[in-house]
């Protein structure tokens, strides 16, 4: 194995906040796991690292999130490009999205904890099919 206690250290939090099996498990668990896993796997992470490494996986994982549902927005609307229209249309096609499963995503922002994001995905969300319908006409 030849990553550092760091970047170990990295891996495995980034593992604890996105496992739905450790998000279940409660924070206390959670957190005795990573008191055990630091412990055995990463001896020289102190406290202090730790924190600092908590703190940045959780803003990244804000600023990917808001970036992702900013980029969704723009690709919908008219402020979007071809190009992000392009890739709307690439990724609707990978993913089978389908009309139902859209509040879904929406649910999923308001995890962001950003309303305004959630208030103009929802706004925009009528624009999808009239811009993929547009989007498809011009490429036929």
Excluded at 94 to 119: C, H, P, R, W, Y
Aim: with cysteine.
């Amino acid at each position: 194995m030849t990553f550092t206690h760091r970047e170990l250290w990295i891996y495995i939090m980034t593992i604890m906040h996105t496992s739905v099996m450790a998000q279940k498990a409660g924070k206390s668990v959670r957190q005795a796991n990573e008191i055990y896993l630091r412990t055995k796997l990463c001896p020289t992470i102190s406290n202090d690292e730790w924190l600092e490494i908590e703190k940045d996986i959780v803003a990244y994982k804000r600023a990917i999130q808001n970036a992702l549902a900013g980029a969704a927005i723009a690709s919908l609307t008219s402020a979007g490009s071809q190009e992000d229209k392009e890739l709307l249309r690439k990724i609707d096609e990978m993913v089978g999205l389908e009309k139902d499963k859209m509040f879904g995503i929406v649910e999923a922002f308001t995890q962001f904890g950003d309303k305004n994001s959630i208030s103009e995905f929802k706004d925009v969300y009528n624009l999808v099919k009239k811009n993929m319908k547009e989007f498809n006409n011009d490429k036929n």
